[in-house]
């Protein structure tokens, strides 16, 4: 039985005066990746801004038996949570290489950070190509492939991703995907991934949790939600 | 999520009409017996809090609902001044008529002001307006302007008595001029704001890319706004003129830029009721300072504007919304 | 011919002072994202306080490197203390809490050490360099500082991951937090080396223009100035462009006969609007991508 990694219990999260999420409960299992699917505005993006005390919450965060709820989002990420958010936040007038060497600002060891840069371009070459440009210029595939090698440089244990397919041509999203699968697999790297379109997300996924209008309606193993005709037609319209 | 968006969340500056009417009234009811009940150089204060409502009102129009940023107001501040000087003093206009000459040369100086600043974003748009309102006094000291400016002395005029014969002292009569006036140009704003230009206007403020993208015109309404914005504080100046009998370049220096925006700070950017406190804040609070401490004058005032911002980090115009939000919430 | 060398020599001396505000100028741009209006009173205030430790007998260099450790706690302090409430409420609060800053500050300064105008010595010698009093040793002096100051902070920025780090949280806050970087020291970090910069500006300043309340405010439209032309995302543009500053204002007002002493401002005011006009992000400083 696998432990574990992230335990959230009773979330509830406000934007100003407005609930967005009621009573969430939902875990991650270590080593496995994890989906979270729904309809625009559920409250997905909330969930993941939650976990990264981005957003007022009530409730219980567990990381590795650490409670993190309440914390400055930097001393979360700092525990070893790298989050690559909504419109993927690079640093636009920054350099490719800036950007990566960002990721691992919070590290020390120079020679660990420099392989690590080759591990990231071993996923993405094209980011060699791009190492000294303008992030800014960058296509919206390449910078979501920066995104993601920018938050892999955190060397994290958990990574989250905010709806990574956003936005790309379906063959990059596919290469993205089948990337983040490696990752999984090599890093032994856990993935909470937030996604719209969720044939891709329950391919990928080991567990997956659908949220609507800020509650979960159904939760568990991503083949069998797959592979019920009934689910899917009924919650994920395929 | 398919929840429309109720009342009690619209912003409370586009509150329900009678609202903004009962305000009116209420306002209305407190100022207009005050001429009689205070000395002359009272009312000539509150003629003033009122043409510093004018000028902060169109500071407003431009930083509140569109979101351009200005240091350089005291410049058509002064050209209004200068505007209605000139014409009352070289060739006898009635003061009356000052008003629009102000508020149309004021108008194509802030439109033509406007066409090369609209390309600038933020910081540097901030300067440009800064260079402007320092540039303005030095332009006015200019020599071979003399013989219009009047240079360093500036124009001396006269304040008009009332028509008709009424029973008015000439300042009781400019206070109800101008209230008069500043009723009709805040009835014109609200009007404006909530207007299908306003609109516009206002979807430039929130997102000028997607703007251009469904049609508005940016650099005409950019403009054009910026013109609206010197008219309003064009027309502010040449009330203010009047209202001190003079018009000299160093009345118009870069601290008057700083004071309409204070004014606007402190009143609530985007709310066109804030725009009274905000005069009324830069006009006496800088009095009350210096009667704490002479010598710290600058500190206290300083000091005083620091506790403003912490407790109303958007004006009292945000403090009243937050109240009637919570107000309207509590209802519920 | 000499005139005209004269005049571009005695441009450069009062450049050099240009281009010392400017560098604080776009540091703070840096560092904060915004410009400071309060930059010069802050920089005032410290050279009074070297100012009064020199009075009171600590010797020069003492002073100094006690002045940049004040100014740098100092602005560190503002920082944290100050501007942090504020740091969701729209900019334009902050910029009336620089307005009031400055007003505190020049108030306060004026109140403690009164309106007199006070010697401020220079570590320079006043020989001259060039000429008969063209170029002084400190006006020299003044220039090289101010590129030396440059270089360590070309330096930092690009080399060191401190200077990185400051980088992005100015840039982007919500991503600096997302790699773990603690954005609020990060400012409070650039505020303390804007405070440090500006102090160093003071004191290089002091002795030309002699320290008295107000010796920073047509200095600091003279930095804006420069920082602009140079562009403020360049710390080499805004040198050079203080130094073009002075230059320019120096040779229009010997050669063009309409601007006397009296219009002198008006020229960096003028270069500025032509600048913002003609290329807004200076003649060193990078345009921006926006993808949409």
Not at chain 1, 111 to 139: K, N
Request: hydrophobic residues 55%; aromatic residues 12%.
């Amino acid at each position: 039985m696998s432990t574990m990694l992230l335990q959230a219990k009773n979330i509830c999260a406000y934007y100003g005066p407005t609930q967005v999420l009621h009573g969430l409960d939902l875990s991650i299992t270590e080593g496995g990746i994890t989906t979270l699917l729904g309809a625009n505005g559920a409250g997905k993006t909330t969930m993941l801004r939650s976990v990264c005390g981005m957003v007022r919450t009530t409730g219980e965060v567990r990381f590795r038996d650490q409670e993190i709820a309440g914390k400055a989002t930097e001393d979360i990420v700092r525990l070893g949570i790298a989050h690559v958010p909504e419109g993927r936040g690079t640093f636009v007038r920054l350099t490719v290489e800036e950007n990566l060497q960002l990721g691992a600002i919070t590290r020390g060891n120079k020679a660990e950070i420099a392989t690590d840069v080759e591990r990231v371009f071993g996923y993405f070459p094209r980011l060699r190509e791009r190492y000294r440009q303008q992030a800014g210029t960058l296509s919206g595939g390449e910078q979501q492939m920066l995104a993601i090698g920018r938050a892999m440089m955190l060397r994290p244990t958990l990574m989250l991703l905010d709806e990574p397919s956003f936005g790309l041509a379906p063959l990059i999203v596919q290469e993205v995907f089948s990337i983040l699968k490696q990752m999984n697999r090599r890093e032994k790297m856990s993935i909470f991934l937030v996604e719209q379109n969720a044939a891709l997300a329950l391919d990928l996924a080991d567990q997956a949790y659908l949220l609507e209008t800020g509650r979960v309606v159904m939760a568990g193993a991503a083949r069998e939600i797959r592979e019920d005709e009934n689910i899917r037609r009924a919650y994920l319209g395929y | 999520m398919n929840t429309a968006v109720p009342a009690s969340k619209r912003r409370a500056y586009e509150a329900p009409a009678y609202w903004r009417w009962l305000g009116f009234l209420i306002v209305a009811a407190i100022a207009l017996p005050l001429p009689f009940l205070l000395k002359n150089f009272f009312i000539f204060q509150l003629t003033l809090a009122m043409v510093y409502a004018i000028a902060i009102l169109g500071l407003n129009l431009l930083t509140g609902f569109n979101g351009q940023f200005s240091l350089g107001h005291s410049a058509f501040f002064a050209i209004g001044a200068y505007t209605a000087a000139i014409l009352m003093d070289q060739y006898d206009v009635a003061y009356y008529w000052t008003l629009p000459a102000a508020g149309i040369v004021c108008f194509v100086a802030g439109f033509l002001f406007g066409l090369p600043a609209l390309r600038l974003e933020g910081v540097y748009l901030a300067l440009a307006t800064f260079a402007l309102a320092l540039a303005m006094p030095q332009i006015l000291k200019l020599s071979p302007l003399e013989h219009w400016t009047g240079g360093v002395q500036g124009i001396v005029l006269i304040k008009p008595n009332a028509p008709f014969h009424l029973p008015l002292n000439p300042d009781q009569w400019l206070y109800f001029f101008v209230f008069a006036v500043a009723a009709l140009l805040f009835f014109c704003a609200y009007n404006l704001v909530s207007s299908r230009t306003g609109r516009a206007i206002k979807a430039i403020r929130d997102n000028p890319i997607a703007a251009r993208t469904m049609g508005v015109n940016l650099s005409l309404y950019k403009s054009l706004t910026f013109g609206v914005s010197a008219l309003y504080t064009g027309i502010a100046g040449a009330l203010g003129g009047i209202a001190v009998q003079f018009v000299a370049p160093d009345s118009f220096t870069f601290g008057l830029s700083i004071a309409l925006f204070v004014g606007l700070v402190v009143g609530g950017v985007g709310s066109i009721g804030g725009a009274l406190f905000g005069a009324w804040f830069v006009l006496f609070v800088p009095n009350i300072a210096e009667q704490v401490s002479k010598g710290l004058a600058g500190a206290v005032y300083g000091v005083i504007l620091v506790f403003m911002i912490y407790l109303m980090p958007f004006g009292l115009a945000g403090l009243v919304r937050m109240a009637a939000m919570r107000l309207a919430r509590a209802k519920r | 011919m000499e005139l005209f060398l004269h005049q571009v020599l005695a441009g450069l001396a009062t450049g050099g002072i240009y281009a010392c505000m400017a560098l604080a100028i776009v540091m703070i741009y840096q560092a904060i994202d915004g410009l400071n209006f309060a930059q010069g009173e802050m920089a005032m205030f410290s050279t009074f306080i070297a100012w009064q430790l020199i009075e009171w007998g600590v010797p020069f260099w003492g002073a100094f490197f006690l002045t940049l450790a004040i100014s740098f706690a100092g602005g560190y302090m503002i920082e944290r203390v100050i501007m942090r409430p504020l740091h969701n409420a729209p900019i334009l609060s902050h910029v009336a809490m620089f307005i009031a800053l400055f007003a505190i500050l020049n108030s306060g300064a004026g109140f403690i050490w009164d309106y007199q105008v006070k010697n401020f010595p220079t570590p320079f010698g006043t020989k001259s360099v060039i000429g008969e009093g063209l170029l002084s040793a400190h006006d020299a002096g003044m220039i090289g500082a101010t590129i030396v100051m440059l270089l360590f902070l070309f330096l930092f920025f690009r080399y060191t991951r401190i200077g990185l780090a400051m980088r992005a949280a100015a840039a982007n806050p919500e991503s600096a937090r997302l790699v773990g970087i603690r954005v609020g020291q990060m400012l409070a970090l650039g505020w303390g080396m804007a405070a440090l910069i500006g102090a160093i500006a003071g004191m290089l300043i002091a002795p030309v223009v002699f320290l008295e309340p107000n010796m920073m405010s047509s200095i600091l439209l003279y930095g804006f100035a420069g920082a602009v032309v140079g562009g403020l995302t360049s710390p080499a543009g805004a040198v050079i462009g203080g130094l073009m500053v002075g230059v320019i204002e120096n040779l229009a007002g010997t050669f063009i006969p309409v601007i006397g002493r009296e219009l002198k401002l008006s020229i960096a005011l003028a270069l500025i609007i032509l600048v913002l006009t003609v290329k807004p992000s200076g003649l060193f400083g990078r345009t921006v991508v926006h993808r949409v």
